[in-house]
């Protein structure tokens, strides 16, 4: 039985060779950061249901973060073979080479990707460009001081392991838990300041 198991994991993996390779590993890739950021989505919204009375669940916000991931996917599709044409590294006698990438990864792709998706977000959903920036300037430390405990490490194994050809799939499969705490900081729900306005996030979409 273990055998069989083996054979069909095995077959598994030879039918989906084809995907990662040419001009379709683009497509893997893109579609990919599209399907986890909704996956993240759904689940951040299936608490929100059952924390907050009355709440559904919201397709359009789902379609918008399907939207977002996708664009960051030929991103990170085409990242990682300009930061593999810089700093060409392979295992563990590249460490310093490798660790140049991830320190490049954490000052430049990071700060980008959360950038482009509350700007991208919030363009879907209607807000002018003031009310994103104002958004984008509220949460944005938040969002990186998170991503710096997050991807350095995860990077660190990106980069010395995973080969070229799967280092996005590799993220993707990473992130299911990172894109919900993404659609937790975009749709969180702020206590009323002082003034009794309130916050530049809005409440998700009933």
């Known amino acids: 039985m273990a055998s069989g198991g083996w054979r069909w994991l095995r077959g598994l993996c030879t ?7 040419g001009r379709a590993l683009l497509v893997t890739n893109t579609l990919g950061c599209g399907v986890l950021m909704v996956a993240g989505d759904g689940a951040r919204q299936s608490w929100e249901i059952r924390a907050r009375p009355g709440q559904k669940f919201d397709p359009r916000r789902s379609a918008s973060m399907f939207a977002v991931g996708c664009t960051m996917g030929p991103f990170l599709h085409y990242w990682y073979l300009w930061l593999d044409h ?13 660790l140049r990438k991830v ?8 700060p980008l990707l959360g950038v482009w998706y509350f700007l991208g977000l919030g363009c879907l959903e209607g807000q002018t460009l003031d009310q994103s920036c104002q958004e984008l300037r509220d949460k944005f430390w938040e969002f990186y001081k998170a991503d710096w405990c997050v991807w350095p490490a995860a ?3 990106n980069f010395l ?4 050809q799967f280092r996005v799939t590799y993220i993707n499969g990473l992130t299911l838990g990172w894109d919900t705490y993404l659609s937790y900081l975009k749709y969180r729900v702020n206590t009323v300041d002082r003034s009794g306005t309130q916050g530049t996030p809005q409440k998700p979409q009933m």
């Open 15 to 21: 039918a989906g060779q084809p995907l990662f390779q």
């Open 103 to 110: 320190l490049v990864d954490q000052l430049v792709a990071s």
């Open 155 to 157: 990077q660190l194994v």
């Open 161 to 164: 392991f995973v080969p070229p």
């Open 86 to 98: 810089l700093l060409p590294a392979s295992g563990l006698r590249s460490l310093p080479n490798i």
